[in-house]
């Protein structure tokens, strides 16, 4: 790994200071769909819900969901039904088209506009068959990954995670989404979200326990780091 990306460098994103409607922001999320589209990530996260969720669950949450795009794409991936999704995200982005999309396959959405650090601590002991997060985690600290998982240990019977993988071919990628025209914030984020990334076995060493747990962490595709956390017991 070349040097700068032995360790994450967290810097802020721009997307998430633009207000929602800023039309920057607008097309920043446009391109949203064409990164996830590249790097495969609706089809690895529902490969890893497939080969880790035996059950069909009935309450999933989701962290840091955005406009519900990307859980859309992984649901009419799944063959779950009468689903209920709870979507957190600090951005009020969820519109009456998408969440008729979701009834359309049976899932009832209840989106929630919260910090999800904020609002995990404050929902007392909800619980979830499923927490997935997909391009979220890399935007926190180690010590808040910490924070996040001990909450998360005990309120999901396992969490699925799809994130940027922190490596040279990543960071090559970023780059050439210009090619593609994104926006400037995109062009930011992209490469941002490659540093901040993870590699090896970094969220698995996150989290409380090893007792009881089972875990997935590698590189899926080219530019994904999947993560699944699974209680067993
Ligand atoms: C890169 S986007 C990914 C969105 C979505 N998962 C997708 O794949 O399209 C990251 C999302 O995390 C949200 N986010 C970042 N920090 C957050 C926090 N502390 N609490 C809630 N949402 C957060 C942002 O608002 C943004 O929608």
């Keep these: 790994m070349s040097a700068d990306l032995d360790q994450r ?3 802020p994103e721009i997307l998430d200071a633009l207000p929602s409607d800023d039309a920057r922001a ?53 063959a779950w039904r009468d689903v209920e999704l709870v979507m957190v995200d600090q951005a009020d982005l969820l519109t009456d088209a998408r969440r008729a999309d979701f009834a359309k396959l049976g899932w009832r959405v209840e ?29 926190f600290s180690d010590a808040a990954l910490r924070r996040l998982f001990a909450s998360l240990r005990e309120r999901t019977s396992i969490l699925v995670a799809t994130e940027p993988r922190r490596n040279v071919v990543g960071l090559g990628g970023s780059s050439m989404l210009r090619l593609i ?11 941002a979200s490659v ?6 076995n970094e969220l698995t060493r996150l989290w409380p326990t090893t007792d009881g747990m089972r875990f997935e962490e590698r590189r899926l595709g080219l530019f994904t780091h999947a993560f699944a956390a699974e209680r067993t017991r």
């Excluded at 007392?124 to 935007?139: I, M, P, Q, R, Y």
């Excluded at 025209?181 to 490469?191: F, L, S």
């Excluded at 540093?195 to 090896?200: D, E, L, M, S, V």
């Design 111 to 139: 989106p929630v506009v919260a910090d999800l650090f904020a609002w995990l601590a404050q929902s007392g002991t909800a619980a979830f068959d499923v927490t997935c997060a997909n391009l979220v985690l890399h935007h």
């Design 26 to 78: 607008v097309g920043s999320r446009r391109d949203l769909v064409w990164i996830n589209a590249l790097m495969l990530q609706s089809r690895i996260m529902a490969g890893l819900l497939n080969r880790h969720v035996l059950t069909p669950p009935k309450r999933i949450l989701e962290l840091g969901s955005g406009d519900g795009a990307f859980m859309l794409a992984v649901a009419r991936r799944s």
């Design 9 to 11: 460098h967290i810097v």
């Design 195 to 200: 540093r901040a990334g993870f590699a090896g």
């Design 181 to 191: 025209g994104v926006n400037d914030v995109t062009m930011h984020d992209a490469a």
